[in-house]
Nanobody, 120 residues
């Protein structure tokens, strides 16, 4: 019900835009969070959009989240990518409410993830 796309292999300093499209129960998405999981690490909050936007410190100034409600799309624009941004990126949706949570347990719906690899 959530599908991410847009990942790939890029060099450091490049940009990527990830997309997340909702369908079915997530057609009217409330708060959406982007998370990522690097090899051997726990999944971490990257940013979210609901009532406004919120970003992890690692994403501030480089990443921007936007949404197109008419298309049930949410985007994660990533600029100035660094090797440490390499991870599988997931979008997640809350069943109700527009409060952005940094806790993955607050999101009921998850996409399958898209791989982002940044080479140095």
């Amino acid at each position: 019900q959530l599908v991410e796309s847009g990942g790939g292999l890029v060099q450091a300093g490049a940009s990527l835009r990830l997309s997340c499209i909702g369908s079915g129960r997530t057609s009217n998405m409330r708060a959406i969070g982007w998370f990522r999981q690097a090899p051997g690490k726990e999944r971490e909050f990257v940013g979210g959009i609901g009532v406004g936007t919120s970003y992890a410190d690692s994403a501030k100034g480089r990443f921007t989240i936007s949404r197109d409600n008419s298309e049930n799309m949410v985007y994660l624009q990533m600029n100035s990518l660094k090797p440490e941004d390499t991870a599988v990126y997931y979008c997640a949706a809350r069943r109700s409410g527009f409060r952005i949570s940094r806790s993955e347990g607050d999101y009921e719906y998850w996409g399958q993830g898209t791989q982002v690899t940044v080479s140095s």
